[in-house]
């Protein structure tokens, strides 16, 4: 089981979002995405931007997408 949820990752993301405006993300797939090619990244070699005692990238990829260390953006 994903912890955080996915619905926890979505308000993370979206908490910037004006009301009226709309939301980053409004699916699940933004999210794997997002979070799978920063694990790709970090598989690559980049440093994982939070101290954690995970060790598996994709791990790592959510808990910065959790507190806020990577952004997902309309691009994205």
Known sequence: ML???YTDLMKVVNNEVEPGEAPVVNSRYSIVMATSRRARQIIAGE??????KQIKPLSIAIEELNEGKIKITHED
């Open 3 to 5: 912890h955080p949820s």
């Open 47 to 52: 440093e994982p931007l939070v101290n954690t």
